[in-house]
């Protein structure tokens, strides 16, 4: 009897050791489910809005900036290109943009917040391929429009607005992306208008 005290000791000692490990077990299974439910750090990073200074765009100057891993074209448009964009609706395959490729804000026929600027994504909608931006001489491509895009993998074109011309390959519309503009010269690509 008299190491009681003892066995009672190491009882004790022996509950709380296994206590602990509960406690580390039911950790260890804990922080891998954390973990798959937090978005990480790059994760976030990837999928967070960019944003892009436009102040100092020239009319008619394309810029290129990188949202989600995907080319965004940013162009301020010149007064000829925005009141062009209105003289070749017939040779268009969705002049009224009725296919989803754009924000609700974006549904009109500049298919942009503001006539003076295009942000669409550089991807042609055909197998991807990134347009290229053709200033002035695009009526090689189509016969009336001076300024467009061409696609050099399959001959895709597409007018100012990033709507696609009929007779070619893409089906669809450039897709533009969600966008605003927070300040007067500041372009935010990725937050919609009336989100920030
Ligand atoms: Fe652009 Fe085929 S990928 S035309």
């Not at 489910?33 to 394309?62: D, T």
Request: aromatic content about 8%.
């Amino acid at each position: 009897m008299s190491n009681a005290p003892v066995i009672n000791g190491r009882r004790r000692f022996l509950t709380a050791a296994t206590a602990v490990v509960g406690g580390v077990g039911v950790a260890g299974v804990a922080v891998p489910f954390i973990a798959s439910w937090n978005p990480s750090a790059r994760a976030k990073a990837a999928g967070a809005p960019v944003e892009v200074n436009v102040s100092k765009l020239e009319p008619g100057q394309l810029i290129r900036a990188k949202w989600r891993g995907k080319p965004v074209y940013v162009v301020r448009r010149t007064d000829k290109t925005i009141n062009d964009l209105a003289k070749h609706d017939s040779q268009l395959k969705d002049p009224k943009s009725d296919e989803p490729q754009q924000p609700s804000y974006a549904t009109n026929e500049y298919r942009s917040i503001s006539p003076e600027f295009l942000v669409a994504l550089g991807v042609c909608t055909h197998l991807g391929c990134a347009p290229t931006y053709h200033k002035g001489d695009f009526e090689e491509k189509v016969e009336g429009v001076t300024d467009g895009f061409y696609c050099p993998c399959h001959g895709s074109k597409f007018d100012m607005a990033g709507r696609v011309f009929q007779s070619v390959p893409a089906p669809l519309n450039l897709v533009i992306p969600e966008h605003s503009f927070p300040t007067e010269g500041t372009l935010l690509i990725g937050v919609g208008q009336g989100e920030a």
